[in-house]
């Protein structure tokens, strides 16, 4: 099979174009062939050796985000079937390798892929709106009426994030640049700043989820969450809010409630550009320029 392979970590440069043996399922594991697979901030800072680096090993083939086909099932696995369409996040935060052909995946990793979206969309979601999910759900419990707000909110996680904050019923408020504004109202922000004009005067909120690092956790009302995606939080930030760190993780359960949202019609994914397989490193120097809407895609087929 082609996957995308490097043997040092480093540049777009050190990804390669390279022919694998074809893996084979095990016990209560899935081979599933992919048809496409998302590119994820996570992705280009392990290969340039932050990120999960230390959890990786040579020769590493990146990406974690899948949509495909089950072409096997290994012994014991009763939830899928060969033919079925399924998506997920395997395995993270340990290699996934989707960047390939085919992957192997415990099935309760994956579900099946919800209706009507392309597999380019499919594979856009799971890493996302799996962080999002957790964070807001598991994680925040928002409630009706509360006011949520999202920094980096026309990114990946962000613009997931404003529509799973206004299924839960959410006031959302998000920051992003002002020609990115008219798209974040398209999806339901109720408010949007502009963070190059200064800080969020005036805000006043029970959650912020800061997807950006480093963020003042100014506009959280006394008793309120602060969640910090990328690098976590300082519990000593201030001593009369919540804080919390949060790592996204395999979740079957969370996936098939994204699924819901996304039949339902409450969710949408936003593809911002797609690569072949082969331009990896291309996909990487557009999502490191932290210019992109959205997400971007690597297609296998």
Request: glycine share 12%; charged share 20%.
């Amino acid at each position: 099979m082609r996957a995308i392979t490097q043997n040092e970590f480093g540049d777009q440069d050190v990804l390669t174009l390279s022919d694998l043996p074809k893996p084979t399922p095990l016990p209560t594991e899935v081979l599933v062939r992919v048809h496409a697979a998302g590119v994820n901030p996570v992705d280009w800072k392990t290969r340039a050796g932050s990120g999960m680096a230390g959890l990786q090993t040579f020769p590493l083939v990146l990406g974690w985000d899948v949509s495909g086909v089950v072409e096997e099932v290994g012994f014991g696995v009763t939830t899928l079937k060969p033919g079925d369409e399924v998506y997920g996040m395997p395995r993270f935060p340990h290699a996934a390798s989707a960047y390939a052909e085919y992957v192997t995946a415990p099935s309760r990793h994956f579900a099946k892929k919800p209706k009507g979206l392309s597999h380019v969309e499919a594979a856009a979601l799971p890493l996302a709106a799996l962080t999002a999910w957790q964070v807001l759900k598991d994680t925040a419990d928002v409630q009706p009426g509360q006011k949520v707000l999202i920094t980096a909110a026309a990114g990946g996680v962000g613009h997931l994030a404003v529509q799973i904050a206004k299924a839960l019923g959410a006031h959302v408020v998000g920051t992003a640049r002002e020609p990115k504004h008219a798209f974040l109202k398209d999806l339901g922000a109720d408010e949007v700043i502009d963070y190059t004009q200064g800080d969020y005067e005036g805000t006043d909120v029970d959650v912020m989820v800061d997807l950006v690092g480093g963020v003042s956790p100014a506009p959280v009302r006394g008793g309120g969450l602060f969640v910090g995606v990328p690098s976590g939080v300082d519990s000593a930030v201030r001593d009369d809010i919540r804080t919390s760190p949060i790592l996204v993780e395999p979740d079957r359960a969370g996936l098939e409630a994204i699924t819901a949202l996304v039949e339902s019609g409450d969710l949408r994914v936003h593809v911002d550009a797609t690569f072949p397989l082969e331009d990896a490193g291309k996909a990487h120097a557009l999502g490191e320029t932290g210019r992109t809407q959205g997400k971007i895609v690597l297609e296998t087929l």
